[in-house]
């Protein structure tokens, strides 16, 4: 079980390549190994791009030796037709004799019909080597499949005192509370995620574009919170660069291709409304980036699955205090700030 262990770890350190690319699909890596050697490895780059398992194939020069290796592959081969054909058909037709998956898969077009049919062919397989690893890689995919919601990041910056923003202030623009590397990282963050989400009053306040312009990737799709319409169409959410979806109670409002208004209805029950609305949307994974109102909400009801909390090196004196959130956390430190890292275990 240990070689298969070591190769599994090579699956899904290959996988991690594909983290932010691959929405609304899986990370998955795969390797292939005869007499020892691997002779092919692959994962999955992006959506209706080949998947890991035929990249792994693909990329072994000799196909002869197929129908006497072992594949690895870090979750359970898909079943179904999408973008591209099964790949339990394809690891069938190589006629490859030993099969090793980390873990099954919870989308219910798969969930254990790929390895029922690789079974069928004739072919060994071994289930759950590294499972925990495996759907630890694929958190955001499990939480949406298993929890019928989005994989919630909570992010926000506090100064040493405990304030998230001053109470005034002269400009429509952020006030700094922590420093490049950590404004570098939150950019970083922001290309691995599909939504990022910010309330009324941050737009208003702070005019943020909520890109990625500090890293390379894609930019998130950006979700904010509008009740009665107070964000004007000069507002860097409104431009259309990026597909926006905005939740409000107005109705009848116009939408292009990158502005989509959301009827919701603005009462307790609005957090989880949110969550909902993404879940239909197929947003997998988002980051929660204020204001505090916003994100005590998601904190009230216990909708989070992890907090990032940067606490700059300056004192702000007085302002608008940072959420309240209890529990054990890691700490770790990006030059003069501190960076917390909360997880929900619950």
């Not at 080597?129 to 910056?157: A, S």
């Not at 009848?252 to 239909?280: G, Q, S």
Request: overall charge positive.
């Amino acid at each position: 079980m240990k070689i298969h262990q070591f190769y599994i770890k090579r699956c899904i350190q290959l996988a991690k390549n594909g983290l932010g690319t691959t929405y609304p699909n899986p990370m998955v890596g795969s390797v292939i190994v005869y007499n020892g050697e691997i002779i092919g490895e692959g994962w999955h780059r992006k959506s209706g791009e080949p998947h890991a398992e035929v990249n792994a194939i693909n990329s072994v020069k000799d196909k002869s030796l197929l129908s006497k290796a072992t594949i690895y592959v870090s979750l359970e081969p898909c079943s179904h037709f999408g973008k591209t054909p099964p790949c339990c058909d394809l690891i069938i037709k190589h006629k490859i004799p030993n099969v090793i998956v980390g873990t099954i898969d919870p989308n219910s077009k798969v969930s254990g019909e790929g390895i029922k049919r690789i079974q069928q062919s004739g072919a060994n397989v071994v289930v759950g080597v590294l499972e925990k690893e495996c759907n630890d890689l694929n958190k955001r995919f499990f939480t949406f499949h298993n929890k019928k919601r989005p994989y919630v990041i909570l992010k926000w910056v506090e100064s040493q005192d405990g304030f998230i923003a001053p109470l005034t202030k002269e400009k429509k623009e952020p006030v700094w509370i922590s420093n490049v590397y950590s404004r570098q990282l939150v950019h970083k963050w922001r290309s691995e995620e599909q939504a990022i989400l910010v309330g009324t009053n941050t737009v208003l306040e702070d005019n943020p574009k909520l890109d990625v312009r500090d890293w390379t990737g894609e930019n998130p799709i950006r979700i904010v919170l509008d009740r009665s319409g107070k964000i004007a169409n000069d507002y860097f959410v409104k431009d259309q660069k990026t597909k926006t979806i905005i939740l409000t109670e107005q109705e009848n409002l116009t939408f292009t291709e990158n502005c989509i208004y959301e009827n919701v209805i603005f009462d307790i029950r609005l957090t989880k409304n949110i969550v909902h609305i993404l879940y239909k949307y197929g947003i997998q994974s988002i980051i929660i980036e204020g204001g505090k109102q916003t994100l005590q909400g998601f904190i009230d009801n216990n909708l989070w699955d992890e907090a990032r909390v940067f606490i700059g090196s300056i004192h702000l004196k007085n302002g608008v205090k940072a959420p309240n959130l209890n529990g054990d956390y890691q700490i770790k430190s990006i030059k003069e700030d501190q960076l917390k890292l909360y997880f929900n275990h619950d």
